[in-house]
């Protein structure tokens, strides 16, 4: 799979596909530590992501293991639901899913994407987002610290070719895919703009395979 257009803002592909349509947006929760003058305390939002589709088509529904932060979410007026994305069944299919930054985190990537072609429309489409392996910035980390950087509740790494190639056996083929190159520090990334391949992170489009 060779990507050939770099975009800096994932939205600018999700925004036209989700207008009027039945979507789902999974892994929304977002739970931080935040410092206030009485201590530390545990903030629940709906992440960015999610709070960007929703300002778009508020009909959406998310879906967060996090059942506690689910509860919250949903005093707050957003559609959400608690499940496990590996395993849950809706009972319906979506014109759109996204599933923003959710695959790194998950121990059986090949079960989830064969769960989502089955919450697919005929022709849905899932998109998937992932940091790339090959971040230039992380030549700069393994140079300085001797390790690349990892996020301490990431499992696993996919680059276009190793994810397309599990889309292909779980029964989805590629329908488009971008590189996501948000702006940065320009010393640490300027090789991306010889090798789209040193970006930050990938979007793939994903469609049932019939």
């Not at 979410?73 to 299919?93: P, S, Y």
Request: include cysteine.
């Amino acid at each position: 799979m060779n990507l050939k257009t770099t975009i800096k803002d994932r939205m600018a592909v999700i925004e036209p596909l989700i207008k009027d349509k039945k979507v789902l947006d999974l892994g929304v929760v977002d739970s931080r530590r935040k410092r206030h003058e009485t201590g530390d305390r545990l903030e629940t939002l709906p992440n960015l992501l999610f709070r960007r589709v929703c300002e778009i088509n508020p009909e959406t529904m998310g879906i967060d293991i996090d059942e506690q932060g689910i509860a919250i979410l949903r005093e707050q007026g957003f559609k959400v639901k608690a499940a496990n994305v590996m395993t849950m069944d809706l009972e319906q299919r979506f014109d759109v899913i996204i599933a923003g930054e959710i695959i790194e985190h998950l121990e059986n990537p090949g079960d989830f994407l064969r769960n989502m072609a089955k919450h697919l429309k005929t022709d849905g489409v899932l998109l998937v987002t992932t940091p790339n392996p090959f971040y230039f910035k992380q030549v700069w980390k393994i140079f300085r610290y001797n390790r690349p950087q990892v996020h301490e509740e990431h499992i696993c790494w996919f680059d276009p070719v190793t994810l397309s190639s599990l889309a292909g056996i779980c029964g989805l083929k590629v329908a488009g895919g971008y590189w996501v190159q948000p702006d940065s520090a320009l010393i640490k990334t300027w090789p991306r703009l010889l090798r789209n391949y040193f970006s930050h992170s990938f979007l793939l489009l994903l469609k049932p395979d019939h």
